[in-house]
C-alpha cells in the first residue's frame, strides 16, 4: 500500500496525530516498566525456600510468669510432639525462610577479615533437623552427635570460639566462597571463630529477602529451647495439616499451661503472610497496565471515530473509483500502525530512562531488552484491535451515500 496519502493526510492534522503518539509513548514506557517490576516481584514470590514447605507446620510458644528449665520443657514437648499420630518428626529451630526477623552473620575465607565476603542467614539445628526441614544435602554429610551443643551452653563456653564448629552451607553461599566447587572440609572464618565446612544442601533461602544474596545460608549444630525460636513440625501427609496442628497446640498446652501459643500455622501460611505486601504490588501494577491500555484503547478509537466522520468524502471518493471494503480497511490499520510505530519508538526511549531513574533512585536491576519488544508487540496489536470497529464502519459506507454526504 502506497503510504504517502496516509503521511499527507497525517500532516493536515498534525496535532491530533502528535497526542496519540504521545499517548502511545507514555503508555508504552510505562507498560514496559511496570512489566518489569511485575517479573521482578513475581520471581521474587516464586522464590524457592529449600524446604518441605507443603508438610511443615509452626508452633511458637509465649510464658507467662516464672519459667521452668527451658532445655527439659523443650525435651518434653519434643516427646510429645514426635508421639503425635501424623508427625514424622519435629524440631526446635530458631528461624525459617520468609520470616520478618533473621539471625545473621558475616563469612569470612580467614579470620578478622577486614572485608568479609558476605552475610549469611544462620540457622541453628539439632538433632534432625535437616531431614524434618526436608533440605537436600548435595555434597558432604549431616551433622554428627558429638558436633551438636546447647545455645545456653555455647554462650558461656568461650572456648568454643576457640575451638570452632561444623557447619553446613547452602550451596550458593558455598559457591561464593569456592567457586570450583570444593566446599566440604575447607575452613571458614564467622570473625575469628573457625567453621568445618562438613556438607552443602542444594537451597536454604534467607528469612528476609535480599535481591543480591537470598540464598546466602549456613545451619550449625547447636540446639535452641523453645523459648528461642519455634517448633517445627513435618507431617506424613500434607492432607492432615489442620489436624495435626490442632493436636500439637493441645499436646504442648497439656505439657505446660503456663504458656500462651503466640502462632500456629502452616509455613505455606506463613510465606503467603510473608509475600502479601508483593502480591499487592503485582496487582497494583497489573491494574495499572490494564487502566493504561484502555485509556489508550479508547484514544485510538475515539481519534479514529474522528477521522472517519471528517474523511466520509474522501472515502467515498476513493470507493467510488474502484477502492474495496479491503482496502479502505487497511488504510486505517497502516495509518494506526505508522502511529503506533513511531510512538512506540519514542516509548522505548522514555522507558529506558525511566528504568535508568529506578536503577539510581531504588537500587533495581537493569530492565532486560526483552521487556521492550513485548512492550512493542502489546501496544500495535492493541492499536490494531482498538482502530478496527471504525475502520470496518468507514469499509462499509457505500459509495453513494459517501458522495451525498460531501
Keep these: 500500500m502506497d503510504i504517502r496519502p496516509i503521511l499527507t493526510t497525517l500532516r493536515r492534522h498534525k496535532t491530533a496525530a502528535a497526542l496519540i503518539v504521545l499517548e502511545i509513548a507514555l503508555t508504552c514506557a510505562i507498560v514496559c516498566n511496570a512489566l518489569f517490576l511485575i ?6 514470590i516464586n522464590q524457592p525456600s529449600g524446604i518441605a514447605e507443603q508438610e511443615l507446620l509452626e508452633v511458637r510458644l509465649g510464658g507467662i510468669g516464672t519459667q521452668v528449665n527451658a532445655t527439659a520443657r523443650t525435651r518434653e514437648d519434643l516427646a510429645a510432639l514426635r508421639a503425635i499420630p501424623g508427625v514424622k518428626n519435629a524440631v526446635p529451630i530458631n528461624q525459617l525462610p520468609f520470616r520478618r526477623n533473621s539471625w545473621n552473620t558475616s563469612l569470612s575465607l580467614i579470620p578478622d577479615q577486614e572485608r568479609p565476603n558476605f552475610n549469611a542467614a544462620q540457622f541453628f539445628a539439632s538433632e534432625g533437623t535437616l531431614d524434618t526441614m526436608g533440605l537436600q544435602l548435595i555434597a558432604g554429610r549431616d551433622f554428627e552427635g558429638d558436633e551438636f551443643a546447647n545455645l545456653e551452653d555455647v554462650e558461656k563456653d568461650a572456648t568454643i570460639e576457640q575451638r570452632g564448629s561444623a557447619v553446613i552451607l547452602s550451596s550458593k553461599a558455598a559457591t561464593k566462597l569456592f567457586p570450583d566447587g570444593q566446599a566440604v572440609g575447607k575452613t571458614i572464618y564467622s570473625g575469628r571463630m573457625p567453621l568445618r565446612i562438613v556438607g552443602v544442601v542444594k537451597e536454604l533461602a534467607r528469612p528476609v529477602t535480599v535481591e543480591s544474596d ?6 550449625l549444630p547447636v540446639r535452641v529451647n523453645y523459648d528461642m525460636g519455634l517448633y517445627l513440625i513435618r507431617v506424613t501427609d500434607a492432607a492432615r495439616r489442620q489436624e495435626v496442628l490442632a493436636a500439637a497446640v493441645s499436646a504442648l ?3 505446660d499451661t503456663n504458656r500462651m501459643v503466640r502462632a500456629k500455622l502452616t509455613y505455606e501460611e506463613q510465606r503467603t503472610k510473608y509475600f502479601q505486601n508483593d502480591r499487592a504490588m503485582v496487582g497494583l501494577l497489573i491494574t495499572v497496565c490494564v487502566a493504561l491500555l484502555v485509556v489508550t484503547a ?9 477521522w472517519v466522520q471528517q474523511r466520509t468524502k474522501q472515502i467515498g471518493i476513493r470507493r467510488a473509483l474502484g477502492a474495496t471494503r479491503g482496502q479502505i480497511l487497511r488504510y486505517f490499520q497502516t495509518e494506526n500502525f505508522l502511529l503506533a510505530t513511531v510512538g512506540i519508538v519514542l516509548g522505548m526511549l522514555l522507558a529506558y530512562s525511566i528504568n535508568l531513574w529506578l536503577m539510581s533512585a531504588y537500587e533495581l536491576p537493569r530492565m532486560p531488552i526483552a521487556y521492550l519488544p513485548i512492550g512493542a508487540v502489546l501496544l500495535w496489536l492493541l ?19 459517501a458522495t451525498r454526504s460531501a
Design 214 to 219: 537470598t540464598g546466602y545460608s549456613m545451619i
Design 383 to 401: 492499536g490494531q484491535v482498538a482502530v478496527f470497529g471504525p475502520a470496518h464502519r468507514a469499509a462499509a459506507v457505500p459509495p453513494a451515500v
Design 253 to 255: 498446652e497439656k505439657v
Design 298 to 306: 479508547l484514544g485510538i478509537v475515539g481519534l479514529a471515530s474522528f
Design 39 to 44: 517479573g521482578q516481584r513475581l520471581e521474587k
